[in-house]
């Protein structure tokens, strides 16, 4: 006889991640915080009435990779092409700083003698706070009639390409995780996976190509879309030691391409993965923040990390913006609109935690600060930009 | 650490199901052949290259809560209002004959001493071949052009209510599974289970058409849906004793009088389904059919019960229609159309060899003859309705 538990705990959490999410949402909060706040309800920290276990993580871990999967998928490869140049150096800029500087505050806190491990650990809380969400961004500037201004379209093209950015360092990151090879091995193997990632895309892209003429939007394609996701995922944990989360990315990335299934395929991945899977990743994600283990100490910490990881996107991506002839107020909307963290940040500090580079205790602040962060992004967005007029309004 | 293993089998069964699934509907046989088949070749039966562990398993029973779902979604009531006379008659007739029948072949076979887990058993083998799966006869009508006749609808409203017969008689026979408890014991549990269903339906409809005004199409629905079809398949195993399948499918019948937001849950749940659940179901029907163990003993015995599941069904549900004063061609029709099965009786198997009433080396056997039965159907048919001329043809 098996249990049937799982599946209660599967509802309970349907209904508070979306119940919670349709209240944040009302609030105008993105419905992630809302869920968030589910899972840190029925988790650990507080009433303890779902548990995680190895079905509701593996679950979540599928969650993740679709989540990375349609990231990949939607990349808007003509608007990359388009406003390509400036973007990538306020990306690069805005992944650079916050990544030095938040994983600075992690070794100041709890750095101690200068080893792999200790560095490693740093550079993981780093790469959490690399990658912008753009989505509560999106949603302040149509609100505010500028997402069509240049302001609009640099910040989405320049949170893209720090998404990418921010995959790439952590592929290096996770790569040297393996205490038992050498540095040497470590970067060879990231580079056979860039080729390995390359020559499959091509490969698959053609055979994709050849397998949907005339069933552009047939169910195959949804079915092998998401087997190639997985495939990707596996090969990059097992191949070359990358994070799986990598893989499933560049899976979309690679598929993306294919003009006249992508739409679909992105379509039906967004409905398998609201339906079910994304709630019980971002419930997951509460059920192991623990915040009872939230001390005085990691209080502290949590709250230096979050003005580090604000400012340092701010003068990141401002700099860059700046350097590329945006106008000062722009240049300082552009880097408060990258200040938002969301899933891809999560992501990265689910990852962190599965492989033993973040600490259980340190977990919840990392937590905090990315919800916090996203929070207050509309906020800043309205006090520096809300009030200038704009040439470009779409109303 | 964690093990990424699993990626790699649900890709492969996601690759080979819907593989096999488009090869089988090239040959207009139903993709369920396929994607069973693919289940046998990847498993112990031949290449055993995908192992059915607890997550493989869970998913399946996920996939399996779905379809069921799904069915109650379909549901419709007008159609069932409108020909229920006629349908019921025919229901009934066809599904009593084959549980009877089928059930007494199993006992000729394995029966032995006349205990309560041999009757039991033998139930469950004669519940399997209880319900119709409709698809089939469907396809093959439209293609007649007969779907619109006075046969086409007298056999799909025939079929709905067949599965409502045959979900009611497995909750009996679930319910009396537990040895610890009584008959009378399981009567009351079984009636407070029908009770606890329409009471939990009333108020779980109002509480839907609430909190749905002006949400009709929007996510929650769908989320909220599943969480409400995976609570009801956990009372009804938890509370009363009755399999999950049948309060799933019951949840499904009390939301498909949701008019405006039907359609759009049916077609969400849908997409979820098809794109992982539902392959990995099949897949692990195929996994757990070990053709190794079919010796010719048990080759006998899929044979005979063969011929009877189809000469039952044909000769109950015939006499059903003639009885309702359908002509002597249109009531081999009807029963002819009725004599494919499912997903339906492969959940009910499946059901059965989770809760010990289907044994091991009987399950293949069983399996078996779903398959087989459904292969021949279209054959059938056209033999015996094929020629005929009829007026309310519509090409």
């Not at 030095?100 to 200790?118: Q, R």
């Not at 379509?267 to 915040?291: C, D, E, H, Q, W």
């Amino acid at each position: 006889m098996q249990s049937y538990d799982f599946l209660l705990w599967l509802a309970i959490i349907l209904l508070f991640t979306k119940l919670f999410g349709v209240a944040t949402a009302r609030v105008h909060l993105p419905q992630v915080v809302g869920a968030l706040l589910a899972g840190v309800l029925l988790g650990p920290s507080c009433f303890g009435i779902v548990q995680g276990n190895d079905f509701i993580f593996k679950t979540a871990e599928i969650g993740v990779l679709m989540l990375m999967f349609i990231a990949g998928l939607d990349t808007d490869m003509t608007e990359l092409k388009r406003s390509g140049g400036p973007a990538l150096v306020i990306a690069c800029l805005g992944v650079a700083l916050p990544v030095l500087t938040c994983g600075g505050v992690y070794y100041l806190f709890f750095g101690g003698a200068l080893t792999k491990t200790t560095l490693l650990k740093a550079a993981f809380v780093g790469v959490v706070f690399a990658a912008t969400s753009v989505s509560i961004t999106v949603e302040t500037l149509t609100e505010m009639g500028k997402i069509k201004s240049r302001l609009g379209t640099t910040l989405i093209s320049a949170a893209l390409i720090d998404d990418i950015i921010g995959i790439v360092v952590l592929s290096f990151i996770s790569g040297f995780g393996d205490e038992s090879v050498n540095t040497g091995t470590v970067l060879l193997k990231i580079v056979l996976f860039f080729v390995f990632v390359v020559v499959v895309g091509i490969g698959v892209y053609w055979l994709f190509r050849l397998i949907t003429v005339n069933h552009e939007k047939s169910r195959r394609i949804a079915v092998w879309g998401l087997a190639f996701c997985f495939v990707m995922a596996y090969c990059s944990e097992r191949l070359f030691g990358v994070a799986d989360i990598t893989g499933a990315y560049f899976a979309g990335v690679i598929l993306c391409n294919l003009s006249q299934s992508r739409q679909f395929l992105a379509r039906k991945m967004t409905v398998a993965s609201y339906v079910l899977f994304s709630p019980v990743f971002f419930a997951a994600i509460g059920l192991r923040t623990n915040l009872r283990l939230l001390g005085t100490d990691i209080l502290v910490f949590a709250g230096v990390l979050l003005v580090v990881a604000v400012v340092s996107k701010i003068i990141g991506c401002g700099l860059g913006a700046r350097l590329c002839g945006l106008s000062r107020r722009d240049s300082l909307g552009v880097g408060v609109g990258m200040v938002a963290r969301g899933e891809v940040a999560l992501m990265v500090a689910q990852k962190g935690i599965n492989a033993g580079y973040i600490d259980e205790a340190v977990f919840p602040a990392v937590v905090l600060v990315v919800v916090v962060a996203a929070l207050i992004t509309p906020v800043l967005l309205k006090l520096t930009v809300g009030n200038a007029p704009d040439a470009s309004m779409v109303g």
